[in-house]
């Protein structure tokens, strides 16, 4: 059964920085050259939205509201996906999610796409 498994959510004050990872060692696609990888962040009372996905040469795709603060990386040879936020903002405060495989542009989901268990981030003003 595939796991992705995320870590390093956590509690920041607005301005600061947190990296997000994501153990996808057990996630394996035949027809991963087609698709990315990527984070999607749900806050409380609002719909799951993609953040920012990268596909298998390193090309990456960003939401507009992330643009700027965010990277997104991977170890292809460990499959662990990252997630570098800076210059948080309490707007930022959501749980995030690792997904695979994802939709590159825009950034979105399939019904076949495994997710991991989510980290929440909080950012206080």
């Known amino acids: 059964q595939v796991k992705l498994e995320e870590s390093g959510g956590g509690s920041v004050q607005a301005g600061g920085s947190l990296r997000l990872s994501c153990d996808a060692s057990?996630?394996?696609?035949?027809?991963?050259?087609?698709?990315?990888m990527g984070w999607f962040r749900q806050a409380p009372g609002k719909e799951r939205e993609g953040v920012a996905a990268?596909?298998?040469?390193?090309?990456?795709t960003y939401a507009d509201s992330v643009k700027g603060r965010f990277t997104i990386s991977k170890d292809n040879a460990k499959n662990v996906l990252y997630l570098q936020m800076n210059n948080l903002s309490p707007d930022d405060t959501a749980m995030y999610f690792c997904?695979?495989?994802?939709?590159?542009?825009?950034?979105?989901?399939?019904?076949?796409?495994?997710w991991g268990q989510g980290t929440q981030v909080t950012v206080s003003s």
């Open positions: 057990g996630y394996i696609d035949r027809d991963a050259k087609y698709y990315c």
């Open positions: 997904a695979a495989p994802t939709a590159c542009l825009p950034i979105k989901s399939f019904g076949r796409t495994y």
């Open positions: 990268i596909d298998q040469s390193g090309v990456a």
